[in-house]
Nanobody, 129 residues
Framework: QLQPVESGGDLVQPGGSLRLSCSASGSTLAHHTVGWFRQAPGKEREGVSCIIVSAGRTNYADSVKDRFTISRDTFKNTVYMQMNNLKTMDTAVYYC??????????????????????WGQGTQVTVSA
């Protein structure tokens, strides 16, 4: 069974950049959707971006559009999220989640309705001066 593992979280100053990685063990990411979610202290977990791995089709939350870019490297079985112009509001634990969905054409940014059943442990991103 596919198990996602996140890495790349760090402390960064406002305006800085980070790249998060989501690698998969146990199976290939082909025919999967991969989503990035985040949860700040005292707040609900929210969807940030997602990608349909086979097609490369992406979706973003309004709060990160034009700042974050999700991509995939099928040879490395890894999905990345490049985060630029980071803001203090981006501080959160970032989670990678996967869903086997071979017929999907639009990836969801919600975890309801059974979406994204497999989750990583999370990686901390702190944006602070």
């Amino acid at each position: 069974q596919l198990q996602p593992v996140e890495s790349g979280g760090d402390l960064v100053q406002p305006g800085g950049s980070l790249r998060l990685s989501c690698s998969a063990s146990g199976s290939t990411l082909a025919h999967h959707t991969v989503g990035w979610f985040r949860q700040a202290p005292g707040k609900e977990r929210e969807g940030v971006s997602c990608i349909i791995v086979s097609a490369g089709r992406t979706n973003y939350a309004d709060s990160v559009k034009d700042r974050f870019t999700i991509s995939r490297d099928t040879f490395k079985n890894t999905v990345y999220m490049q985060m630029n112009n980071l803001k203090t509001m981006d501080t959160a634990v970032y989670y990678c989640a996967t869903e086997y969905a071979p017929l999907r054409t639009i990836c969801p940014l919600v975890r309801t309705n059974g979406h994204y059943p497999l989750w990583g442990q999370g990686t901390q991103v702190t944006v602070s001066a």
